[in-house]
């Protein structure tokens, strides 16, 4: 039997207007954490979101059912989030450090917007923290550990989704889990 | 073991992708050497920190703004899907069409007289009439497209007429092929394909 993506995926083909929204249903919080994780920004990371169904919604006749929907749906919206921060490099370039605050790099600065949902003013230092330390992860090294921590991926669903292979992946971990450790280190 | 071994095998283990035998040795490693034990210790907080980290939940209202972008209709989508699954049909058809098209244009376009033939200087044209004098003799074969054609002298070949007429013989004259009188656009389409052909087998 087809996963329940798989069978979905295949009604909403046929113009199933229902079963897509259930594919919305399914994916579009983990989406949107993994956008707002990479972009740092909750409007872009809508934008993102629904950027990633519209054109998993045009290119439905284009999946192929022998990998797994998860995979295909997370690489459109890696691959939208990657481009975004490239683009937003060559504008402003924010990877140089600033000297006024320390550690800190044009993605952490970016204002995010005012909307500040209950979630964020329960978050404790720690997860301030933490919070800061992935918006400062060098982009190839956020992408891979967003998957792996933030969606619990595994390094074979990592590499398949960004089209790597599993070496680079599993380097990149660990350079990011050091990159990590030494920014919460540094503060604690 | 050396340190720097011991930090891969410690991320190795973490990754859950360190066989048994390492993992002793790492284990050895660590009860021996404070500075590798707080690494490991400061890696395995890290670790559970960032996997604790809340999930930020998508705004409410997002999945219907999601199903309302949505276009419509995804007719034109199996349209184009049907093409790219059938391509040698698709290129068929499409070669079919533009043949047909450009045989009507050129079917609409021949309002004109035009008379072809390798000896035009022994015939003569009055008006929308093509006339093989008496006495001479036209070798090659004549097409005539859109005009009365009167024979008087020796036609030494086909005589072909398109949507045109051909006046009855007059006793002087002589044609040695065929008479072909065309005027109707299958009969035409026929024949300029059977040309066609013609030119390909005999190359003029």
Not at chain 1, 112 to 126: F, G, M, N, V
Not at chain 2, 5 to 13: L, R
Not at chain 2, 126 to 143: H, R, T, Y
């Amino acid at each position: 039997m087809k996963p329940v993506e798989t069978r979905l995926a295949r009604l909403a083909l046929k113009g199933d207007q229902r079963a897509f929204a259930e594919i919305v249903d399914m994916y579009k919080d983990k989406l949107y954490h993994l956008a707002y994780r990479m972009t740092g920004n909750r409007q872009e990371a809508e934008d993102v979101v629904q950027e990633t169904f519209l054109r998993v919604y045009k290119n439905l006749d284009r999946y192929d059912e022998n990998q797994k929907f998860s995979t295909w749906i997370y690489r459109i919206a890696t691959n939208l989030c990657i481009d975004r921060l490239r683009k937003r490099k060559a504008v402003y370039s924010l990877d140089a450090e600033s000297s006024e605050h320390e550690g800190l790099d044009g993605y952490a600065m970016l204002p995010s917007d005012d909307r500040t949902p209950e979630s964020e003013l329960l978050l404790s230092e720690t997860q301030k923290l933490i919070r800061g330390a992935i918006a400062t992860l060098p982009v190839k090294y956020k992408s891979v550990m967003i998957l792996r921590y933030l969606q619990d991926m595994s390094l074979q669903e990592i590499s398949d989704v960004l089209g790597m292979p599993v070496t680079t992946v599993k380097t990149r971990v660990h350079r990011g889990r050091e990159f990590m450790r030494k920014k919460l280190e540094n503060k604690q | 073991m050396k340190c720097n071994v011991a930090v891969v095998f410690m991320h190795d283990y973490l990754d859950g992708d360190l066989a048994r035998e390492e993992t002793m040795q790492l284990q050895k490693h660590l009860g021996e050497c404070s500075s590798c034990s707080n690494r490991y210790e400061s890696l395995e907080r890290t670790e559970a920190l960032v996997k604790a980290f809340p999930i930020e939940k998508a705004p409410a209202d997002l999945g219907d703004r999601i199903m309302k972008s949505l276009p419509s209709s995804r007719r034109p989508k199996a349209w184009t899907s049907w093409v790219r699954r059938h391509p040698a049909v698709s290129a068929a058809a499409l070669f079919l069409v533009v043949m047909l098209s450009s045989f009507v244009s050129m079917w609409n376009q021949s309002q004109e007289l035009s008379v072809s033939g390798p000896d035009l200087e022994h015939v003569i044209i009055e008006g929308k009439k093509v006339i093989v004098p008496e006495g001479q003799k036209f070798s090659g074969d004549l097409v005539v497209v859109n005009g009365e054609v009167e024979v008087l002298g020796d036609l030494d070949g086909n005589l072909t007429v398109i949507d045109g007429s051909v006046t009855p013989l007059a006793s002087t004259a002589h044609i040695a092929g065929e008479i072909k009188t065309i005027d109707r656009a299958v009969d035409w389409f026929w024949y300029k394909v059977s040309s066609f052909f013609g030119t390909l087998a005999y190359g003029s």
